[in-house]
């Protein structure tokens, strides 16, 4: 079990709906007693019906509410109260930033904005005892740092250089959620995560855009040369770092999160399609299916991990080998294909 301080009654997560959202949800659900809000404009790559949360319903309470709208953001801080709140709601999709950068300005930038100003009205009219737990924690990506070289690690230290209107917009709210610690005094945390995997990520993201190619017979695209790395970090691990954080970190400090699993992309789709060729063999080879395409614009050549901090402040460590997780990964996908399929298309 979770065990947050006595004063702690209700939590508010922003953006419950989406792939780590979902996961936040499910482990607060399941290991603490506490009333849960998840508030979430219900988008396009949203879906809570995968998690049978049947069970905790008198829990859970979904707010279905945009943070572009202030009125309605206020209202929602009001009517939800919460002693915790942790800010996952973003658009996350560097190729859609580039095709519509507008969006993301609204969701992250401006919709963080009203989080912070809602939530500056609900702090000050906290009670002592409240005000002495509560925490904001923002969770935010490696990406706000740019690029690496073939050396070196992002940390803490790292400066600001996003390279996409994603991470722009992501560095922009990092900056307005540190100001607003530092000007108004809300308790704040901030974590800047590696890339993410997982059960029910939706397809459009790199890992399940392999395997949802590779099992439908369609052509696997990767970006340029196949030469980018990334540093990858299972979604569990993720969870388990943030709940470190919330509970045990310094207010207006970040951390830095990640797993220390660097591939490139050209090895993630080896290592997928060799799973693939084991467990869909009908279709294999899958690597076949390899199509090198146009880098993208401002395509960050190498991210990678120092999270020294949170280990030795905060004792966290990721627990799951990547080979493991990802074989989980790819074998949910094998078994989720209709929810892969309809997800989709209520996209395009």
Same mark, same amino acid.
């Given at each position: ?15 419950? #709906?989406?792939?780590?959202?979902? #996961? ?37 309470? =979904? ?6 709208? #202030? ?11 919460? +002693? ?27 919709? =963080? ?11 000050? %009219? ?14 935010? =990506? +490696?990406? $706000? ?5 073939? +050396? ?16 722009? =917009?992501?560095? %922009? ?14 308790? $704040? ?24 190619? %590779? ?30 954080? $919330? ?21 993630? $789709?080896?290592?997928?399609? +060799? ?74």
């Amino acid at each position: 079990m979770i065990e947050f301080p006595e004063s702690v009654k209700i939590i508010l997560v922003t953006g419950g #709906s989406g792939f780590i959202g979902r #996961s936040l949800l499910r482990r607060l659900l399941k290991e603490t007693n506490l009333k849960v809000f998840n508030l979430d404009k219900c988008g396009y790559a949203s879906d809570l019906g995968i998690l049978n949360l049947n069970f905790y319903s008198k829990r859970l309470e =979904t707010l279905k509410i945009d943070l572009s709208n #202030s009125d309605e953001t206020k209202k929602a801080i009001h009517f939800s109260n919460p +002693d915790i709140v942790f800010h996952l709601a973003a658009e996350s999709h560097v190729d859609r930033s580039i095709l519509g950068p507008r969006t993301f300005l609204e969701s992250n930038v401006i919709g =963080t904005f009203n989080l912070l100003e809602a939530l500056s009205y609900h702090w000050q %009219a906290l009670s002592l005892a409240r005000k002495k737990n509560f925490r904001l924690l923002h969770v935010s =990506t +490696d990406e $706000v740092f740019g690029s690496l070289g073939t +050396d070196g690690f992002f940390s803490e230290n790292s400066s600001y250089d996003p390279r996409s209107p994603y991470s722009a =917009t992501k560095a %922009a709210s990092d900056h307005l959620v540190k100001a607003w610690n530092k000007t108004y005094g809300i308790p $704040v945390l901030i974590t800047n995560c590696s890339n993410n995997f997982g059960p029910g990520q939706f397809p459009e993201k790199f890992i399940p855009v392999i395997i949802h190619n %590779a099992i439908n017979n369609k052509k696997i695209p990767i970006y340029g040369d196949g030469k980018n790395v990334r540093d990858w970090i299972f979604v569990e691990d993720h969870i388990d770092a943030l709940l470190r954080v $919330v509970l045990r970190g310094r207010v207006g400090e970040s951390y830095c999160i990640g797993a220390g699993l660097q591939r490139s992309n050209d090895e993630i $789709v080896e290592l997928i399609c +060799d799973l693939l060729d084991n467990k869909n063999t009908s279709n294999a080879p899958h690597n076949r299916l390899k199509s090198y395409i146009e880098d993208r614009p401002g395509h960050d050549k190498r991210y990678a991990i120092n999270y020294k901090k949170i280990s030795d402040d905060l004792e966290w460590e990721p627990k799951y080998n990547f080979e493991e997780a990802l074989d989980l990964t790819v074998k949910w996908y094998l078994k989720n294909v209709d929810w892969c399929n309809k997800i989709l298309q209520k996209r395009y």
